[in-house]
């Protein structure tokens, strides 16, 4: 599998690893965070590709030697790391370090670190020090779906790459969706009234954060805009909904109970 493979929702994320891998424009650090509904290994494994393939450099061509031993986890200078139980612990992430002080056998050492959200205290400060100071040439890759259980400290060392849901909403229902609830919201529609419309996008975590997404992206739109929709909507008012969309975003990832969060929400923007 190469980028091509999976562009759909997160085109342009890839477009933007391709160009830092074809200019060489490497980061030391990067973090790639999604719901379960994306295959972040698969994306860190597309880019390592991207990094290091000679014949297709930027894209990988995904039949020479080194693109092979990757896809199967055996190229000599990749390492992986994975939680063991509930957490990855201080002594995965000391057992790495070790490895990367090694000199590469290719052009560069690579680690991806699943479940980056799941490591404990001790083993995120251990890897800060490598962030701060990584072995010359080596990528470091950590794929997260909640980067809220990071330090700030490690977040703000890494190059963050947001990856879209995969979803099976139709492209532009989910921003219809927005659209009509922002609307209803400066109307200032009882609560009650907007129940049928957020049925669905209640149900799940995910589907949710793609509803908090599409919503905070239909105020980013109004804020910008100049017509007479736009200018219903007072700066104020949309910089408040931006911040309630961004506590909303924190309590859904803090496994807060959706439904709760949405409600509240509706309350707090429409007053």
């Known amino acids: 599998m190469i980028f091509e493979d999976i562009?759909?929702?997160n085109e342009r994320v890839i477009a933007k690893l391709c160009d830092c891998a074809k200019s060489g424009m490497v980061s030391h650090a990067y973090l790639f965070e999604g719901d379960t509904s994306t295959d972040k290994e698969a994306l860190a494994k597309c880019f390592a590709k991207a990094i290091l393939c000679r014949e297709k450099p930027g894209y990988g061509c995904d039949n020479c030697l080194i693109c092979n031993k990757i896809e199967h986890d055996n190229y000599e200078d990749l390492f992986t790391i994975e939680?063991?139980?509930?957490?990855?612990?201080?002594?995965?992430v000391a057992n790495l370090q070790e490895r990367l002080r090694n000199k590469p056998l290719g052009e560069r050492?690579?680690?991806?670190?699943?479940?980056?959200?799941?490591?404990?205290?001790?083993?995120?400060?251990?890897?800060?020090?490598?962030?701060?100071?990584?072995?010359?040439?080596?990528?470091?890759?950590?794929?997260?779906?909640?980067?809220?259980?990071?330090?700030?400290?490690?977040?703000?060392?890494?190059?963050?790459?947001?990856?879209?849901?995969?979803?099976?909403?139709?492209?532009?229902?989910?921003?219809e969706i927005?659209?009509?609830?922002a609307e209803a919201l400066i109307s200032r529609?009882?609560?009650?009234?907007?129940?049928?419309?957020?049925?669905?996008?209640?149900?799940?975590?995910?589907?949710?954060l793609e509803?908090?997404?599409?919503?905070?992206?239909?105020?980013?739109?109004?804020?910008?805009?100049n017509d007479g929709k736009s200018r219903l909507y007072p700066k104020p008012y949309i910089y408040n909904a931006v911040s309630i969309i961004e506590e909303s975003r924190r309590d859904?990832?803090?496994?807060?109970?959706?439904?709760?969060?949405?409600?509240?929400?509706?309350?707090?923007?429409?007053?």
Request: charge should be negative; glycine fraction near 6%.
């Open 83 to 92: 939680k063991v139980e509930n957490s990855l612990k201080d002594a995965d």
């Open 178 to 181: 927005a659209e009509a609830v």
């Open 252 to 271: 859904i990832k803090r496994n807060i109970q959706t439904g709760y969060v949405i409600k509240n929400l509706i309350i707090k923007i429409g007053g």
């Open 109 to 175: 050492n690579i680690a991806i670190i699943k479940d980056a959200d799941t490591m404990t205290v001790y083993a995120q400060n251990r890897l800060l020090k490598t962030l701060e100071e990584p072995p010359a040439g080596t990528v470091i890759i950590l794929l997260s779906e909640n980067a809220e259980e990071l330090l700030p400290t490690i977040v703000s060392r890494c190059t963050v790459i947001r990856l879209a849901h995969s979803s099976e909403y139709k492209e532009g229902a989910m921003s």
């Open 211 to 225: 509803f908090l997404d599409a919503l905070e992206n239909v105020y980013g739109k109004l804020a910008k805009g």
């Open 7 to 9: 562009r759909g929702e």
């Open 189 to 208: 529609e009882p609560f009650f009234k907007l129940k049928s419309m957020l049925k669905d996008v209640t149900e799940d975590k995910d589907t949710a």
